[in-house]
């Protein structure tokens, strides 16, 4: 029997332009699946375009972005030219910094990404009516929003939106979830629960997560990344790196020195 | 006066609220310019108000069940305006039908697809020159086109043709912009979850973007069924007292048909010319009142 990969995503000497404008140098990621791992560092450091090079969206700009070196989900090359972006994207799903509900009923929301990958057109209310209740209760947004899945989702507080966000990317079965700041339009108290289901979520999916909030990084995730102006600069258990930071620039920017 | 405390008590609380010279000039400004916009307002109001009144006061008498449904008689110094009302339907409809699927096509594939490059920035300068064009030189290139090259003759084809052509860049401008009011965290939405951009287009920015769209659509209806000049000579008859059967058919036209009994019919009562303008009007204000609440209610749908 053929081992499963320990590893979820493996970046290996990732460099990226954008136009003449180099974002990311031979960058080094490796994350374990089922692991969180935090990516910090300040603004512009390159940790959202290294995120979104994992499932290629940042391709959307055309021959503008240009990205060498390598990268493999799950042991699978994804920077070769016979990868499907749909299927990647069914795998690797994405979390934005502002929920970005689609303007279409709660229920719609959630069986969106799933019609989309739906091989059959013919559908089936009661499969579809289980898959809304399963990917509900895992956000543990189902007993609140179980009365009114018809009502538009854009209605929702913005914490439930974007427990809803995370909802409607599971029912494809995801192995990743990329998350680029997803508590930062959220108050302490809906940032709290978010932090809380992103801990339960994590073993059955891999959790790359960007964040801004230092303490973020310190209670919700098992190893952080630090960059910087588009490098690596270090990468370990998150206690270690917290508590005795290898690097001085780590250390300057976790006491608050810059950033 | 208790409540005046460490000013000296010079005369009272309300002096540290009191105006300054420098609020009131402020205020009056102020006054001056809400008074001036509200009078340009007025300015536009106005002569909307008279054409409405003295087309109401001088054709509304004309206006009759036979006035609409009745041939032009008398060689059209008297009788009705059928064939011209039926003929405005029929141009206006077989325009839309032209315009709107190709406008709206070319704005999705600018917004949607299309990348910024020096050919689409050609394509919307052209678009824009499009609409800069006047309407006889539409007419002109519509006798060319349509009428000789393509050898459809004068007919509701050549002359709708033209008229599309004219009305392209109202449905293309306005169907871009509500494409780009759809906010882009929707696209990028969709576009995470692997959606291609036609699922993407079709499932949340269409639907989205339609109540716009729809206004470029009134737009050119109205456009459409008040030209005279490019149907002129491609297809509107001086008189054609028939009803048209199919679009190779020459038809009367309302603005055609009143531009004809104001210029070139010598005795033409004033109540028939103000009542085809009344007619006109009315029918454009009720194709435009339809789409109106359609769109009105495709935006109560809609919640963002």
Redesign the interface.
Do not use: I
């Given at each position: 029997m053929v081992e499963a990969p320990t590893l979820a995503i493996d970046i290996q000497n990732v460099s990226l332009w954008y136009g003449d404008f180099q974002a990311l140098f031979e960058v080094d990621l490796q994350v374990k699946r089922g692991s969180i791992t935090a990516l910090i560092g300040p603004s512009g450091c390159g940790k959202s375009t290294l995120l979104r090079a994992v499932n290629r969206i940042n391709e959307r700009l055309g021959d503008y972005v240009r990205t060498t070196g390598e990268i493999h989900v799950l042991d699978q090359d994804i920077l070769s030219d016979d990868v499907e972006l749909s299927q990647l994207r069914r795998h690797v799903g994405m979390v934005f910094q502002r929920p970005n509900p689609l303007p279409l009923s709660i229920r719609d929301n959630v069986l969106f990404a799933h019609r989309i990958h739906r091989a059959d057109e013919k559908f089936n209310k009661l499969e579809e009516d289980e898959i809304v209740e399963n990917a509900l209760r895992r956000v543990l947004l189902w007993d609140e929003v179980k009365d009114r899945l018809g009502r538009e989702a854009t209605g929702l507080s913005l914490e439930e939106q974007q427990k809803l966000c995370i909802a409607r990317l599971l029912p494809v079965k995801p192995t990743v979830l990329l998350m680029d700041e997803p508590t930062s339009a959220l108050d302490p108290k809906a940032t709290a629960a978010l932090e809380e289901l992103i801990w339960e979520l994590h073993g059955d999916y891999t959790i790359l997560i960007v964040t801004h909030n230092m303490a973020q990084a310190r209670r919700a995730s098992e190893e952080t990344a630090f960059m910087l102006l588009g490098r690596m600069v270090e990468h370990r258990v998150t206690e270690q790196i917290f508590l005795a930071p290898q690097e001085e620039e780590t250390a300057d920017y976790i006491e608050g020195r810059y950033g | 006066m208790t409540h005046s405390e460490g000013d000296g008590g010079v005369s009272g609380p309300s002096l540290m609220f009191a105006a300054t010279p420098l609020n009131t000039r402020n205020h009056r400004l102020q006054w001056l310019f809400r008074a001036l916009f509200g009078l340009m307002t007025l300015i536009l109001v106005v002569p909307v108000g008279i054409i409405f009144g003295v087309l109401l006061v001088r054709g509304g008498p004309a206006i009759s069940f036979e006035f609409l449904f009745s041939y032009p008689s008398d060689g059209m110094t008297a009788g009705g305006i059928w064939p011209a009302l039926v003929g405005t339907i029929w141009l206006v409809a077989v325009s839309l039908v032209a315009s709107v699927p190709v406008g709206v096509a070319a704005a999705i594939y600018l917004s949607e697809y299309a990348?910024d490059s020096w050919l689409t920035r050609g394509i919307n300068l052209a678009i824009i020159n499009l609409a800069g064009v006047p309407s006889i030189v539409h007419a002109l290139f519509g006798v060319g086109a349509f009428v000789i090259f393509a050898g459809f003759g004068t007919s509701i084809l050549a002359a709708s043709l033209t008229l599309a052509v004219m009305t392209l860049p109202l449905v293309i401008v306005a169907t871009r912009e509500s494409l780009q009011a759809v906010?882009m965290?929707?696209r990028?939405?969709?576009?995470?979850?692997?959606?291609?951009r036609w699922?993407t287009i079709r499932?949340?920015v269409l639907?989205?973007a339609i109540s716009g769209i729809l206004t470029g659509v009134i737009l050119s209806v109205s456009r459409t069924a008040g030209e005279t000049a490019p149907i002129m000579f491609t297809g509107a008859a001086f008189f054609f007292p028939f009803l048209p059967t199919s679009v190779f058919d020459q038809t009367m036209a309302m603005a055609m048909h009143l531009f004809v009994i104001s210029t070139a019919v010598p005795g033409a009562p004033d109540e028939l010319k103000y009542g085809t303008a009344l007619t006109l009007i009315t029918l454009v204000l009720l194709m435009n009142a339809g789409s109106i609440w359609f769109r009105s209610y495709l935006r109560g749908k809609?919640?963002?």
């Open positions: - | 990348s906010p965290a929707f990028e939405a969709c576009w995470n979850m692997g959606a291609t699922q499932t949340v639907p989205n809609k919640k963002w």
